[in-house]
């Protein structure tokens, strides 16, 4: 169980991350780690699972080979007990029970030893997972701390370079814009003036015939 566990955390969280990052289809790469950081957290989530069934089976089995332990312990002194008054038939059940029992401790004893030693790896690989991926959100966010530099450096050098023409260029319509309203202005005013000009002129020119 534990050998098939953790070959799919290999996969799972061993996995190259510059690989995936450089895949060409990848269109959005941080939206592509998210998705692979929740998978993990899944996939740790679902170990720690296993791990808190690992201690209630070496509970279990401490249980089991406590009971049967007492009982074996228990039969012994009875068939020492009918040994010692005559009663052979007793004596035999007792020790028939007894070696039953203690047959049924031993294997429990052993199970329980066997799953403190499974349980003792499946916590330290597990902490190695957490650790990992500990690590790989700390990659995270400084990938998204490069990624955002990137973006700004971008916009920036865009604004920069649109800077460079587009401001003098609307500068010159702006002044064109301007020259031509004041030439509508003057024209408007040497239109409206011309008449009572040439009136004075010719009231002048009178004058002075006269």
């Known amino acids: 169980m534990s050998t098939n566990i953790f070959t799919r955390m290999k996969d799972t969280i061993s996995a190259d991350l510059h690989n995936m990052m450089d895949q060409k289809e990848q269109k ?3 939206a592509a780690l998210n998705q692979y950081l929740r998978q993990s957290e899944q ?8 791990v808190d069934r690992q201690y209630k089976l070496k509970d ?3 249980r089991e080979y406590h009971k049967a332990q007492d009982i074996a312990d228990k039969r012994l002194k009875q068939a020492n007990i009918a040994a010692k008054a005559g009663e052979e038939q007793m004596r035999e059940f007792a020790m028939k029970e007894h070696e039953e029992y203690q047959v049924r401790a031993d294997r429990m004893k052993s199970s329980r030893e066997e799953a403190v030693e499974q349980l003792e790896t499946l916590e330290q690989k597990y ?14 966010m400084e990938l998204m701390g490069r990624e955002n530099i990137a973006h700004a450096n971008h916009q920036i050098n865009k604004v920069t370079e649109e800077a460079s023409d587009k401001p003098f260029s609307r500068f010159e319509e702006m002044e064109q814009y301007i020259e031509g309203l004041e030439y509508k202005v003057n024209s408007s005013y040497y239109r409206s003036t011309f008449d009572s000009k040439i009136a004075k002129l010719e009231k002048e020119m009178e004058d ?3």
């Open 28 to 30: 959005n790469p941080i």
């Open 43 to 50: 996939e740790k989530d679902k170990v720690r699972k296993l």
């Open 60 to 62: 279990e089995f401490t």
């Open 127 to 140: 902490e190695e997972m957490k650790h990992k991926l500990k690590d790989m959100h700390l990659r995270r």
């Open 208 to 210: 002075k015939a006269n």
